[in-house]
């Protein structure tokens, strides 16, 4: 089993830029794949993003391509989402995701959860 603990959420105004970082506790962090979703109030939770155990292959969702990134650092348990250009549209709370399973991180069944930082974008 694995703790995630999601920081760097905050308030900032369109266009500007956060970093989201999520640390996972456990010897085992480079046996899961990562991911970034996120969710508005009435909405479903979204995908954002999601990192191989690999380090190397990303997959991101249509609408954050080419203004978020996702990395991993395996030797300090902490996956990052860099998110710039933001929009007022960006604005949810950001779930960091753990999978086990699968090579790259969906919302599925036995996938661990952090708590969430609340992201808001202002126009």
């Known amino acids: 089993q694995v703790q995630l603990v999601e920081s760097g959420g905050g308030l900032v105004q369109a266009g500007g830029s956060l970093r989201l970082s999520c640390a996972a506790s456990?010897?085992?962090?480079?046996?899961?794949?990562m991911g970034w979703f996120r969710q508005c109030p009435g909405k479903e939770r979204e995908f954002v993003a999601t990192?191989?155990?690999?380090?190397?292959?990303?997959i991101y969702a249509d609408s954050v391509k080419g203004r978020f990134a996702i990395s991993r650092d395996n030797a300090k348990n902490t996956v990052y989402l860099q998110m710039n250009s933001l929009e007022p549209e960006d604005t949810a709370v950001y779930y960091c995701?753990?999978?086990?399973?699968?090579?790259?991180?969906?919302?599925?069944?036995?996938?661990?959860w952090g708590q969430g930082t609340q992201v808001t974008v202002s126009s």
């Open positions: 990192i191989h155990r690999n380090g190397i292959t990303t």
């Open positions: 995701a753990a999978d086990p399973i699968r090579p790259v991180a969906v919302a599925g069944t036995g996938v661990y």
């Open positions: 456990g010897r085992t962090f480079t046996s899961y794949a």
